[in-house]
């Protein structure tokens, strides 16, 4: 029983105020409050009063809360990032309304929007990487999605690791090491020769784990040849490889939420076409809500450029040199991982030399 009852209780049996506050160790002015907080709202005195300030100014207005819970609504059943990052983006570009990304993040929790994860590990046991510059390191992965006749089909991609930007979204009935040289080429011929490339340790990008059999795969020979640092995760740790896996995921989780599914390989690669033509906020590339989104006139972190010269060697040198010429870019500086909405914190890969001094 709380001292609130006791004390009201005391006073109502016919005991003194004075009395009451010796028994009870209180003062007789608290006590006069309390009886007429409960002459005025009778049980509700014995439930001690809020300390919330009556009033906020800072508080975030109302129409800005729900506001962020609109959006959130509107990008998850689109098939689209909800998180902090996009729904700050879409505040500032569409709304003219700047929300700080723990803001936006504390109105959906107490919304209940965001589910709570206690069986992942927590943010603070990863160790966070990213490459500094564009071209520096090219993760690459593929994953699987199934048609509309139950046909399953393989999406292979190449992603900057700087940029997040998809260099390369193709859908194959099975991917195969000569398919992903090809694609690896392609992408070569656009955006220019990456310092190093980040993959699992799938036979298609290398036969490390193959007990020695039948030597390098195609991947590694092209890499080998163009002077290309290999990197891969270790052995059942997608997290290495989290930016491109993140991608993944964002990716089928927009194609699932599109109205008219896939119902053969040259569908399903339109539609890739169409989600990696968009840039999405923070530099990130992915489905994009472009009908009430256009592309930024520049997108936050640019294009790799294109290699002047058909197999250069990737010496300090080298990469000082493109590094000059990306001095504008805002990729120069290290930027943390976001989470959120935005992708999961990855740890380094094990490499002999780290993706930020891989030259």
Known sequence: MSKRRLVITAVLAGQSLSEVARTYGVSQGWISKLMARHHLGGDAAFEPLSRAPATSPAATPPATVELVQWLRKQLTDAGLDGGADTIGWHLTHHHATTVSRATIKRILVRAGAVTPEPSKPPKSSYLRFEADQPNETWQSDFTHYRLLDGTDVEILTWLGDCSRYALSVTAHRRVTGPIVLASFRNAVAAYGLPASTLTDNGLVFTTRFA?????????????????????????????????????????????????????????????????????????????????????????????????????????????????????????????????????????????????????
């Open 211 to 359: 007990g020695g059999k039948g030597g390098r795969n195609h991947l590694e020979h092209a890499l080998r040849e163009l002077n290309i640092i290999q990197k891969n995760g270790k052995p059942n740790h997608p997290q290495t490889q989290g930016k491109v896996e993140r991608f993944q995921q964002s990716l089928k989780k927009w194609l699932a939420a599109q109205p008219v599914q896939p119902a053969t390989l040259a569908d399903i690669q339109a539609l890739l076409e169409q989600s990696s033509s968009s840039t999405t906020p923070a530099g990130r590339t992915g489905p994009c809500h472009t009908a009430t989104r256009p592309r930024p006139s520049t997108p936050p972190c640019p294009r790799p450029l294109r290699a002047e010269t058909a197999a250069p060697t990737h010496t300090t040198a080298s990469v000082a040199t493109r590094s000059t010429r990306q001095a504008a870019s805002p990729c120069a500086s290290p930027a943390s991982s976001a989470t959120s909405g935005s992708g999961e914190p990855t740890p380094e890969p094990t490499s002999p030399c780290s993706s930020k001094t891989c030259t």
